[in-house]
């Protein structure tokens, strides 16, 4: 029997996680567009930013394979390359671009999205 390492659990893993969960999404960084499969989390800010209270706004997080063959590493990213997707089940795909990476490991990467 062979053991694995930790990041090969957690790369295995993401592939499970995107089957279950996942959105077919196009991930354009303006050479080789590619397919790929996200978690797409719809989040609502708080709104609470002193002194003034603001309206609150609609923040777009996804969640892909950190692998520059399926989804999007972080060698790769790159702030305002294009993602094509939808902003939550159900919706119709539109563009999305890429913001900040919000956390990573060897498996998933975060990613804001505008």
Same mark, same amino acid.
Request: glycine residues 8%; hydrophobic residues 40%; proline residues 5%.
């Given at each position: 029997?062979?053991?694995?390492?930790?990041?090969?659990? $957690?790369?295995?893993?993401?592939?499970?996680? $995107?089957?279950?969960?996942?959105?077919?999404?196009?991930?354009?960084?303006?050479?080789?567009?590619?397919?790929?499969?996200?978690?797409?989390?719809?989040?609502?800010?708080?709104?609470?930013?002193?002194?003034?209270?603001?309206?609150?706004?609609?923040?777009?997080?996804?969640?892909?394979?950190?692998?520059?063959?399926?989804?999007?590493?972080?060698?790769?990213?790159?702030?305002?390359?294009?993602?094509?997707?939808?902003?939550?089940?159900?919706?119709?795909?539109?563009?999305?671009?890429?913001?900040?990476?919000?956390?990573?490991?060897?498996?998933?990467?975060?990613?804001?999205?505008?």
């Amino acid at each position: 029997m062979t053991l694995k390492t930790f990041d090969e659990i $957690l790369q295995d893993d993401a592939d499970i996680l $995107l089957d279950v969960f996942g959105e077919v999404g196009v991930y354009r960084p303006g050479v080789l567009d590619r397919e790929i499969q996200a978690i797409v989390r719809y989040v609502i800010d708080d709104g609470q930013v002193a002194p003034v209270v603001r309206h609150r706004s609609p923040v777009v997080n996804i969640k892909v394979a950190n692998n520059s063959t399926t989804g999007i590493s972080a060698e790769e990213f790159v702030q305002g390359h294009v993602i094509n997707m939808p902003p939550r089940k159900g919706a119709d795909p539109r563009d999305f671009s890429l913001a900040r990476i919000l956390k990573q490991d060897a498996g998933m990467i975060t990613i804001e999205v505008h």
